[in-house]
C-alpha cells in the first residue's frame, strides 16, 4: 500500500470553529490532492498541489484554504466550519501525470 | 466548467452475464484518463491508467477503452463476479494537473 496517512480519521466540530485536516506521505509524490465525496456528487476536487508551495483552487474550494510547506504535507484548513461542509475529505497523491493516484482512508468530518 | 460524466449511474447485473459502462470526457486539453474500483468503506484503487488515443488495456476479466478524439472511455467486465460489487469511478486528467472524477457508476451482481 502507498504511504498516505490522513489525519484525524474522525472528528466532530462546532460551527464557527477551525478545522485543520492533514494529510501526509511518505512516497515523495510531487502531486496531492484533496476531495471532499458526498452522496449524489462522487469526488469533488477542493484544492490540489503541484509542489512545494504550489496549489491551485479546484471545483469547490470556496470556504477552504491549504498549504503545503514541505513535500510530504498537504494541509487542508476550514477557516470557519459551516454544516456544508460535513463531508468525507479524501487526499489523493500521484508521482507523474501519467501515473495512477493513491488515496488516503479518508476523514469523516461533521459540523454541528 | 468541466464536466466528466459516466452513466448509467447504478446498474444491477446477474452473476456470469457481462457488462459495460461509459465515462465521456472534454476531448480537449486531454492528458490522461483513469479508471478506479470504490468498495464501500475502503478508499478508491486505480484499475487502468490510459493516455493514448486507441489504448486498450485489461486486467483479469476487466478491460477499457480509450477514444480520446471523441472522448470517452469504456469499461468492460467480463463474466461478472459478486466481488465485482462495486464504484467504478473515470478520472480526466488535464494538461494542468487537475484530476476530475465522474460521479461513478455503482455496479451490483446478483447472486
Known amino acids: 500500500d502507498a504511504g498516505i496517512t ?6 466532530v466540530t462546532e460551527t464557527g470553529t477551525p478545522v485543520t485536516l492533514r494529510c501526509h506521505q511518505t512516497e ?7 476531495y471532499r465525496q458526498d452522496p449524489g456528487h462522487g469526488l469533488r476536487l477542493i484544492h490540489y498541489s503541484y509542489g512545494v508551495k504550489d496549489t491551485d483552487k479546484g ?30 475529505y479524501f487526499c489523493a497523491t500521484h508521482g507523474q501525470r501519467n501515473t495512477e493516484a493513491f488515496f488516503g482512508q479518508g476523514t469523516r468530518l461533521t459540523v454541528v | ?32 484518463l483513469h479508471w478506479y474500483r470504490w ?5 478508491p484503487e486505480a484499475l487502468f491508467v490510459m493516455t493514448l488515443n486507441g489504448d486498450e488495456k485489461k486486467k483479469g476479466r476487466i478491460s ?5 478524439k471523441e472522448g470517452y472511455s469504456y469499461l468492460y467486465i467480463k463474466g461478472s463476479q459478486p466481488e465485482d460489487s ?23 451482481i446478483l447472486p
Open chain 2, 86 to 108: 462495486a464504484t467504478y469511478l473515470c478520472a480526466f486528467i488535464k494538461g494542468d494537473d487537475k484530476i476530475i472524477f465522474g460521479k461513478g457508476t455503482r455496479l451490483h
Open chain 2, 39 to 43: 468498495e464501500t468503506a475502503k478508499s
Open chain 2, 64 to 68: 477499457a477503452t480509450l477514444n480520446t
Open chain 1, 28 to 34: 515523495n509524490h510531487r502531486y496531492m490532492y484533496w
Open chain 2, 1 to 32: 466548467i468541466l464536466n466528466v460524466e459516466q452513466s448509467p449511474q447504478s446498474l444491477h447485473v446477474q452473476e456470469g452475464d457481462s457488462t459495460n459502462f461509459t465515462c465521456s470526457f472534454p476531448s480537449s486539453n486531454f492528458y490522461a
Open chain 1, 6 to 11: 490522513q489525519s484525524p480519521r474522525h472528528k
Open chain 1, 59 to 88: 471545483e469547490v474550494s470556496d470556504g477552504y484554504s491549504v498549504s503545503r510547506s514541505k513535500t510530504e504535507d498537504f494541509l487542508l484548513t476550514l477557516e470557519s466550519a459551516t454544516s456544508s461542509q460535513t463531508s468525507v
